[in-house]
C-alpha cells in the first residue's frame, strides 16, 4: 500500500491553513487518501474522564447542534489504548484492519483516533501513530480558538461555579519531562468545593500547587480565583514561594471573603531539591522505593485567615524514582476516610502517574456512592532526576 497523497509536513500545513473548526478533518481527509483509510474518527475524552465523545465532521448538523455519539471508557478498547499509550490493532467487519491510536500530548491524554483500512503493515500502522501524534499538537494548538473542544467533551452541564473551577486548571492535565512526569486529577463536589491546581515549567524549576477554597458553589469557586491568580501573578513576577504565598493571602484579606488552604512547591531541575510552603494544608506523601510515609512538615497558616501570618520555606530532596503526591482534604474526609490512600499509592507504585490519580480519586468516587460533599483533588509528581532530555512516557516511579 502507497503513502499517496498528503505527507505529515503538508498535513501539518493544510491544518494550520483551515479554520480552527475543520483542522481534525485534515488529518482525516489524509489518512483516507494515503491509506484507503474508513470510518475515520477523532473520539475526545470527556471532562471526568469516565467517556468517549465523538467530534462531529465541521459543518454536520451534530457539529451544529452540539450532539455527539459517546461511548463509556471503561472496559473500552479506547480505555486499552490509553492506558497503554500504544496503537490497537484487530480485524474489522470488510475484512481490512482497524487501527487505534492514542492521540496525546507530552503526556495529556486528549483522546484517540479511530479508522479502518484494507490492511495494515508496519509502515502504515507507524503513519497512522505518527497522525494521530501530530493531531494531538493540532487540537492543542486549534482548541484556543474555539469552544468545539470544550463542549465537545462536556457530557453533563455545567454550574457556574463548575464553569469557574474548570478554567481555572490547567489546560493539560499531565505533562511530562526528562525529568519528571505529573499528573493531576480533580473529581467535583455535587456543590463545587473550591479545590484547584496549578503547575508551570521554567527552565531552571517546576513549580506546583494545590489550593481548597473555603465553601462551595460559586462563593468557593470565587475564593479559588482570587488565590490561583494571586499566585500565578507573582510566580510570573518571578517571585519567591514566600511572596507566593503572601500574594495570595494579602488578595483574599483586601478581596474576598473566606480562607484558602495550599501547599506551593518549587523543584529545582538540576538537583532534586524541593522548597515548600504549607498554608494549613495536608501532608504529602512520599514513595520512596517500597515505603510510602506521610511528610510531617510544618504547618502555617491558610491564606487569608484574620490575623498576622508568616510563611516559611521548607525543604527535601527528591531523589531519582521518588513519587510526590499532594491531595486535598476531599481525599480523606467523611466516607472518603474509608479510602486507605498510602495502600493505594503502594499498589500503584510501578503504574504511570495517570493511573494513580486514576485509581486514587475513582477509589474516593466510589467511596462517596458518587455523590463527594467535598472536592477531592490529587496531584502525582514523579521525579526522574534526568537530563538526558528524553522524556519518560511510561512506567512507575522506580523506572528511571
Given at each position: 500500500?502507497?503513502?499517496?497523497?498528503?505527507?505529515?509536513?503538508?498535513?501539518?500545513?493544510?491544518?494550520?491553513?483551515?479554520?480552527?473548526?475543520?483542522?481534525?478533518?485534515v488529518v482525516a481527509r489524509n489518512l483516507q487518501k494515503r491509506f484507503s483509510a474508513r470510518e475515520v474518527s477523532f473520539w475526545l475524552v470527556d471532562v471526568v474522564g469516565q467517556e468517549a465523545v465523538r467530534l462531529p465532521r465541521a459543518g454536520t448538523a451534530a457539529q451544529t447542534r452540539g450532539e455527539t455519539e459517546r461511548v463509556q471508557l471503561a472496559g473500552s478498547v479506547y480505555d486499552r489504548v490509553l492506558r497503554s499509550q500504544s496503537l490497537h490493532q484487530e480485524p474489522d467487519e470488510e475484512g481490512g484492519c482497524r487501527l487505534v491510536a492514542p492521540v496525546t500530548n507530552r503526556g495529556d491524554c486528549v483522546g484517540v483516533l479511530d479508522l479502518a483500512v484494507p490492511e495494515a503493515d508496519d509502515a502504515v500502522r507507524d503513519?497512522?501513530?505518527?497522525?494521530?501524534?501530530?493531531?494531538?499538537?493540532?487540537?492543542?494548538?486549534?482548541?484556543?480558538?474555539?469552544?468545539?473542544?470544550?463542549?465537545?467533551?462536556r457530557t453533563t452541564t455545567m454550574s457556574l461555579a463548575a464553569e469557574i473551577q474548570h478554567q481555572l486548571l490547567p489546560t493539560a492535565s499531565c505533562c511530562e519531562a526528562a525529568q519528571f512526569?505529573?499528573?493531576?486529577?480533580?473529581?467535583?463536589?455535587?456543590?463545587?468545593?473550591?479545590?484547584?491546581?496549578?503547575?508551570?515549567?521554567?527552565?531552571?524549576?517546576?513549580?506546583?500547587?494545590?489550593?481548597?477554597?473555603?465553601?462551595?458553589?460559586?462563593?468557593?469557586?470565587?475564593?479559588?480565583?482570587?488565590?490561583?491568580?494571586?499566585?500565578?501573578?507573582?510566580?510570573?513576577?518571578?517571585?519567591?514561594?514566600?511572596?507566593?504565598?503572601?500574594?495570595?493571602?494579602e488578595a483574599i484579606i483586601r478581596h474576598g471573603h473566606g480562607m484558602t488552604t495550599g501547599q506551593l512547591l518549587r523543584v529545582q531541575l538540576e538537583t532534586g531539591i524541593c522548597e515548600l510552603v504549607n498554608a494549613g494544608h495536608p501532608w504529602p506523601l512520599r514513595l520512596r522505593g517500597d515505603s510510602v510515609e506521610e511528610l510531617t512538615l510544618r504547618v502555617d497558616m491558610p491564606f487569608g485567615v484574620p490575623v498576622p501570618v508568616t510563611y516559611q520555606v521548607q525543604r527535601l530532596h527528591l531523589e531519582p524514582g521518588d513519587r510526590l503526591v499532594l491531595i486535598t482534604d476531599?481525599?480523606?474526609?467523611?466516607?472518603a476516610a474509608t479510602v486507605d490512600v498510602p495502600a493505594l499509592v503502594h499498589a500503584t507504585r510501578d503504574e504511570h502517574p495517570r493511573e494513580v490519580v486514576r485509581a486514587l480519586t475513582s477509589a474516593v468516587h466510589e467511596a462517596c456512592g458518587g455523590s463527594l460533599p467535598d472536592d477531592a483533588t490529587t496531584m502525582v509528581l514523579d521525579w526522574h532526576g534526568s537530563r538526558t532530555g528524553q522524556r519518560q512516557t511510561s512506567g512507575g516511579s522506580n523506572n528511571t
Open positions: 500500500m502507497g503513502g499517496e497523497g498528503l505527507g505529515l509536513d503538508e498535513v501539518l500545513r493544510a491544518a494550520e491553513d483551515a479554520a480552527p473548526v475543520e483542522s481534525v478533518d503513519a497512522v501513530a505518527q497522525a494521530a501524534h501530530a493531531l494531538a499538537y493540532i487540537v492543542v494548538t486549534d482548541r484556543r480558538f474555539t469552544d468545539l473542544y470544550h463542549w465537545g467533551r512526569t505529573l499528573v493531576g486529577g480533580l473529581v467535583p463536589a455535587d456543590e463545587i468545593g473550591g479545590d484547584t491546581y496549578d503547575y508551570a515549567l521554567d527552565q531552571d524549576a517546576l513549580y506546583l500547587s494545590v489550593t481548597d477554597a473555603m465553601g462551595h458553589d460559586t462563593a468557593s469557586a470565587l475564593l479559588a480565583t482570587l488565590t490561583v491568580n494571586a499566585l500565578r501573578g507573582a510566580r510570573r513576577a518571578g517571585l519567591s514561594l514566600v511572596e507566593q504565598a503572601c500574594s495570595a493571602h476531599g481525599m480523606g474526609e467523611r466516607a
